[in-house]
């Protein structure tokens, strides 16, 4: 089996040494490159053919959410996903960073095997979302943007879904996993990942991070505490 390729980008040279011991102790990973910057984290993801990204924010010269956003809009590097790194596990440049492109985000403090466990889930292009992080991430910062959920120029967003794919789609945005939403609509696990990513063809996300983000900015869901307008 072909090892998942990792490049590790964090400006802290002990933190980079904790995480490559931690990824290479993986037989299924590999570590393929160090970036200190997130120039370098770009240049690394092209020239070592990663699989995954694992960024900090917080980086001089060029910052993981800027970094995440020019690896997203690069055609040759589509199959590159980014896991985030942060001190907090919801922030606003956390919530930026899933905008720019990021597949999802992990805590530092998080265990070895949840940082591992993690990297396998965005290789895998599934995201990194539990539902109180999406529901709290999202809801606490999206509605900060001018006209929240809904506004001018987004109600046509998923046009393109049908009646079934919309209803999933705002489940998803709620953090709910495809077997949740299978039970809940009593539907197979598979049915409803093929809804799922039929959904992320048509409106062309990236993967379930983007899907929640398309959802709230088209007011298919709303947060908690906000009336519909």
Do not use: C, W
């Not at 699989?51 to 997203?72: K, T, Y």
């Not at 209803?167 to 990942?193: H, Y």
């Not at 007011?219 to 906000?226: A, D």
């Amino acid at each position: 089996m072909t090892a998942v390729r990792v490049v590790l980008a964090d400006d802290q040279d002990i933190v980079r040494a904790g995480l490559r011991l931690i990824v290479d102790s993986a037989p299924d990973l590999t570590v393929v490159g160090e970036a200190a910057t997130g120039t370098q984290a770009i240049q690394l993801a092209r020239q070592a053919v990663a699989d995954v990204v694992l960024m900090d924010i917080r980086m001089p010269e060029l910052d993981g959410i800027a970094a995440a956003r020019r690896i997203a809009a690069d055609q040759d590097l589509a199959g590159v996903r980014i896991l985030i790194l942060t001190t907090f596990e919801v922030d606003e440049y956390v919530f930026e960073a899933l905008r720019a492109g990021a597949s999802g985000f992990l805590g530092k403090g998080a265990r070895p095997a949840a940082l591992l466990d993690a990297i396998r889930t965005v290789a895998r292009g599934d995201s990194l979302l539990s539902p109180a992080a999406t529901r709290g991430l999202i809801s606490r910062y999206l509605t900060l943007d001018a006209g929240g959920p809904g506004r001018a120029g987004t109600s046509d967003l998923l046009d393109p879904l049908t009646g079934r794919e919309r209803e999933i789609v705002a489940l998803v945005a709620t953090g709910m996993s495809n077997a949740e939403i299978a039970d809940r609509l009593t539907l197979s696990p598979l049915t409803v990942k093929t809804h799922v990513n039929h959904a992320m063809t048509k409106l062309d996300a990236r993967d379930r991070a983007q899907l929640v983000v398309l959802a709230y900015q088209a007011g298919l869901t709303i947060p908690r505490g906000r009336r519909a307008p």
